[in-house]
């Protein structure tokens, strides 16, 4: 059986729905701190959990004979920032209990996600390599650095068989995402529809690695299914799909809203995105377990504006 911990975020809904879809709803427990919407409850078991208590989350594992763990459960880029060391409890703490119980034998296979906050001011920008300098500035930064860092000892040290992606921002319309500094990307698809107008947080020209949800969970669900052998990377695995500035995805948005306008009004969120890369190279993704996007701006465009009408 497969325990997903912050089944309720952004990523954990909809890689809940999918695994269920997959594997069973009755093989997929969901587990949160706070109860998900209503798709996500009435679609199979639930648990109330705390992913910052290691014997809550073995209670759960022995419960349901879990065999396969995904830790969805984080405090994003922009709130990280608010709470330094709330984040760094719950970045931190909830992947020392998930790998500590794969290497007691208890479960036998991890999916922790990274980030490309990991990546700082002096990595370079364009076409980020899988190896390169990661100078993080920012909490959540930090954090995932370090969870990388951990997850590779974890392999190496005990065998423990946890897999990673340092995803880009993520682009979906099925629950809206938490605190991080890429959500104007998805905000702007709600204003668009509701008010045909959307004030970005972050300034014209500032192009981040981005990536639409259907993407992000084939991914995620692929690298878990890949043959042991077949992983060369136990920190994480870059992963991309495009690359866009709020101007790009404005005027994708006008093609089909034409009196859509936009206006820019940068705040603290500006600094953390500009410490992070433009566009990532994910020739080892490819390379090692067949990673290929499927979603670009336009139609994922599409996709949200049809979704969320
Ligand atoms: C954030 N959406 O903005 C997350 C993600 C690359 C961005 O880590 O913090």
């Known amino acids: 059986n497969i325990l997903i911990i912050?089944?309720?975020?952004?990523?954990?809904?909809?890689?809940?729905?999918?695994?269920?879809?997959k594997y069973g709803n009755d093989h997929v427990i969901a587990s949160d701190i706070?109860?998900?919407?209503?798709?996500?409850?009435?679609?199979?078991?639930?648990?109330?959990?705390?992913?910052?208590?290691?014997?809550?989350i073995e209670d759960v594992v022995m419960h349901y004979e879990i065999e396969e763990v995904y830790l969805m459960a984080a405090m994003l880029s922009a709130t990280a920032e608010k709470f330094p060391m709330r984040a760094w409890n719950l970045n931190m703490n909830s992947l020392f209990n998930v790998l500590n119980l794969a290497k007691e034998g208890k479960i036998s296979?991890?999916?922790?996600?990274?980030?490309?906050?990991?990546?700082?001011?002096?990595?370079?920008?364009?076409?980020?390599?899988?190896?390169?300098?990661m100078e993080p500035s920012t909490v959540y930064g930090i954090s995932k650095q370090s969870g990388e860092r951990w997850c590779e000892y974890y392999f190496k040290k005990y065998g423990v068989d946890v897999r990673s992606v340092r995803y880009p921002g993520l682009i979906s319309w099925k629950t809206l995402p938490g605190g991080g500094t890429t959500d104007y990307a998805v905000e702007i698809y709600h204003e668009a529809i509701k008010n045909k107008r959307y004030t970005s947080f972050l300034q014209k020209g500032?192009?981040?690695?981005?990536?639409?949800?259907?993407?992000?969970?084939?991914?995620?669900?692929?690298?878990?299914?890949?043959?042991?052998?077949?992983?060369?990377?136990?920190?994480?695995?870059n992963l991309a799909a495009m690359s866009f500035a709020p101007e790009e995805i404005a005027s994708s948005i006008t093609a089909e809203i034409p009196d859509f306008i936009i206006d820019y009004d940068p705040d603290f969120r500006q600094e953390i995105a500009d410490s992070w890369p433009s566009s990532i190279d994910d020739s080892q993704a490819r390379k090692d377990w067949g990673w290929e996007p499927s979603f670009d701006l336009k139609n994922t465009t599409k996709e949200m504006l049809t979704n969320l009408n």
């Open 6 to 21: 912050g089944a309720c975020g952004q990523i954990g809904t909809e890689l809940t729905l999918a695994l269920r879809e």
């Open 109 to 133: 296979k991890v999916f922790w996600p990274s980030s490309i906050a990991v990546f700082g001011p002096n990595t370079p920008k364009e076409n980020t390599p899988q190896n390169t300098i």
């Open 206 to 237: 500032t192009k981040l690695p981005m990536m639409f949800m259907e993407d992000a969970i084939r991914a995620t669900m692929a690298i878990m299914e890949a043959p042991t052998e077949h992983l060369n990377i136990r920190s994480s695995y």
């Open 34 to 56: 706070r109860e998900g919407g209503e798709s996500l409850m009435a679609s199979g078991p639930f648990e109330s959990l705390d992913a910052t208590q290691y014997s809550a």
